[in-house]
């Protein structure tokens, strides 16, 4: 008895037919043997199982049975003939048919074997083949999943490190637009001063009200600088958005990576003892693929080509960004000490032109005191000739009462006429003397008018510069808080 054959219960799980209950005989094993298929790989795409697990021989009688003769008896019975006589037994095949029956089976069991034999030789060949064509198949299969593998992970440690890298990249430029802001927000303090200095120079008055070296200076503060970091500002934004687009694109492509790389490693560890396998018709004539190896690896290498497009770009606006600050602070360094050298030299043109304007006001007033006095001498020597001029025209008048020969033109007569003349001479030199020191007073009051007026004026421009402008201007931000590293609520 010899096994042929084996159920594949790990590969092949449908039931399989019960073996028959009765033996073939052996002439039709040679007669399925003849008309086989030959086996090859494909002939193993159904399950295969043996119609039995062994064979045995049997009885082929070469004799017509007993039934011809004896028509009532069973088929399976043979009954030996008995003559009349009772110590004669015929029976029905002789010692020769005895001896061929026995060669006959002898050559059928030995060709049978031998067909066996063959048959045996020739399925441990296809057995084989097919064991080493699956081996061969499914080791390439492993072969090609494990350099997918390595791809992946080659691609993913790429896509890691360029990812970390935009990582760090935005956050230095997130870290300067931050300082941006600061800086932005610290100039706002010097422009709104500059802004209060110049609304306050609006109050000067007179000719005080002028458009100089200072109001030039202020005029330009911080506009440019303010216009340059909004700006710059505006353009670091825009790159922040470029760079977490550029991020949204790696961290996407790499979490498909990480799924395909887990996926990937699942089949490359599968095998035939594996629990998880199943069987999954038709799925080999499903293709939901959507790239070639080329088109995937080119799709990789252009995000990573964009994000390092990208990171270049941002270092070089951080680069640019970081001149713009230093330039900035020391712009409005030099411009803050511009407008404090204005201020300093238009509140010293103003406190000499004040100081001047006092001089020649206490100068003025001396004069006027000088003046009043001289109207005074002046009003009080007209008084004194007018008495005198009464005292020489009574005279005049009470000699000519005189009678007859005594109004005599006698030199006392010819020198109160001359004194009388005189005095009037002198009563008109004084008179024009007194209008012209009146005309001279009410100059001298104007002028002193004028330079008190004027005096006002200095003093609310040398109040408004040196006191509301100055005083503002003493807290500036200083360079580090300019340079946005810190808030100025914080110092």
């Known amino acids: 008895m010899e096994l042929y054959g084996y159920p594949l219960k790990a590969k092949y799980n449908q039931p399989q037919p019960s073996p028959p209950k009765a033996l073939p005989a052996t002439s039709t094993v ?12 494909e002939s193993f795409s159904t399950p295969w199982m043996p119609n039995s697990y062994y064979k045995t021989a049997a009885l082929n009688p070469t004799l017509a049975p007993l039934t011809e003769n004896f028509p009532g008896l069973p088929p399976t019975k043979i009954v030996p003939f008995i003559s009349e006589k009772p110590n004669s037994v015929f029976t029905r095949h002789t010692l020769d048919d005895w001896h061929r029956s026995n060669m006959t089976n002898y ?30 198949t499914q080791g390439e299969s492993t072969r090609n999943l494990g350099e997918r593998v390595n791809d992946i992970e080659y691609w ?9 890298a935009m990582i760090r990249e935005t956050n230095s430029l997130a870290d300067m637009q931050k300082r941006l802001e600061r800086a932005l927000a610290d100039t706002e303090g010097p422009f709104q001063v500059a802004h209060k200095c110049l609304l306050h120079r609006e109050k000067r008055m007179g000719i005080d009200l002028v458009n100089d070296d200072v109001e030039k200076q202020l005029v330009t503060v911080s506009l440019s600088c303010r216009e340059r970091l909004q700006q710059c500002l505006d353009t670091v934004n ?9 991020r949204q694109e790696l961290e996407k492509d790499l979490a498909d990576k990480q799924m395909g790389h887990h996926i990937d490693s699942k089949c490359y560890q599968l095998k035939n003892t594996s629990r998880d396998i199943h069987f999954f018709k038709g799925v080999e004539r499903i293709d939901a693929t959507v790239s070639v190896p080329e088109t995937w690896a080119r799709f990789t290498d252009n995000n990573i080509f964009r994000s390092q497009s990208a990171r270049a770009a941002s270092a070089k606006l951080r680069a640019s960004t970081e001149s713009l600050l230093m330039g900035t602070a020391d712009e409005m360094w030099r411009q803050f000490s511009k407008v404090n050298d204005a201020f300093t030299s238009r509140i010293t043109e103003i406190a000499n032109a004040k100081s001047k304007i006092q001089t020649h006001l206490a100068k003025t007033r001396q004069e006027i005191f000088q003046i009043e006095t001289k109207i005074q001498v002046i009003q009080k020597t007209i008084k004194d000739k007018e008495a005198q001029l009464k005292v020489a025209q009574t005279r005049l008048d009470e000699r000519t009462r005189r009678p007859n020969v005594e109004l005599c033109r006698d030199a006392a007569q010819i020198r109160l006429v001359q004194e009388v003349n005189e005095i009037n001479e002198t009563l008109r030199n004084l008179h024009q003397c007194l209008r012209a020191s009146e005309d001279m007073l009410q100059m001298l009051v104007r002028s002193k ?5 004027d005096l006002v004026v200095k003093n609310n421009s040398l109040f408004i510069d040196q006191e509301r402008c100055m005083g503002m201007r003493k807290s500036y931000p200083s360079t580090v808080q300019i340079l946005g590293y810190v808030s100025a609520g914080l110092t």
Do not use: F, W
């Not at 007669?31 to 030959?38: F, G, R, T, V």
């Not at 067909?115 to 399925?123: S, T």
């Open 30 to 41: 040679a007669a399925n043997y003849k008309n086989c298929i030959p086996c090859h790989s």
């Open 107 to 136: 050559k059928e069991s030995e060709t049978t074997r031998h067909n066996a034999e063959r048959l045996r030789a020739d399925l441990n060949r296809a057995i084989k083949d097919v064991y080493q064509q699956a081996k061969r």
């Open 156 to 164: 993913k440690s790429e896509l890691c490190i360029e990812l970390d």
């Open 238 to 246: 825009s790159q922040l958005m470029c760079n977490k687009e550029a």
């Open 449 to 453: 008018g004028v330079l008190e007026q």
